[in-house]
């Protein structure tokens, strides 16, 4: 991967990211309280139990889970199939995104005491509610483990489709590993 694409793909997941917690953030708070309306009226406490603030916000986590794990199996079958792999590229593609979620966490404190930024952080950080307020985690951490789950999670299944289809198709490992073997014998060659 050329170093412009590789820009425009790290642009591209980071975007997709902040585009996916608003969209969590619109599943937990609208969208899945509108579905559980529709429950008959002898389910109560399930309704209850449903449109309690922090499994909606576990909901906005889950979905954009799935999106991201269905996205990233795609992006590691793609990325074996056009022979455009490179663990080092991808783990900063995921340390980027890591760090773009997170830092905004870090100047919650000083946006909250004005009273500025919270609907920001309301919406960006909405799939990781569950965690500090269900498990009483800080917020910080929380932050910080349910976007490293989900970056983990997905780092894995890239890692998954990528075995698969490098399995499926052998002949992309030999042409991925054959330079690899040419230059070490070229510099076993110079050395001696």
Known sequence: ?????FLGYIFARIGLMIILAVF????GVILFPSIVTLLPSSM??????MINPNVESAIAFIIMTVFFLRIFYDDGKRHAAYESWSSVSITIVYLLMLVVYF????FRDSFSAEGKGDVFYLIYYYPCHWLSEGLGLDYMIGVLVG???LLAMSYA?????FRIYVHKHPVILKSITVPIVAEDEEN?????
């Open 1 to 5: 991967m050329n170093s412009l694409k």
């Open 103 to 106: 830092i905004p966490v870090i």
């Open 188 to 192: 076993s060659g110079e050395t001696s």
């Open 157 to 161: 299944v890239y890692l998954l489709a």
């Open 44 to 49: 109560m406490s399930v309704k209850t139990f």
């Open 24 to 27: 969590g953030a619109f599943t």
């Open 147 to 149: 976007m490293g789950a």
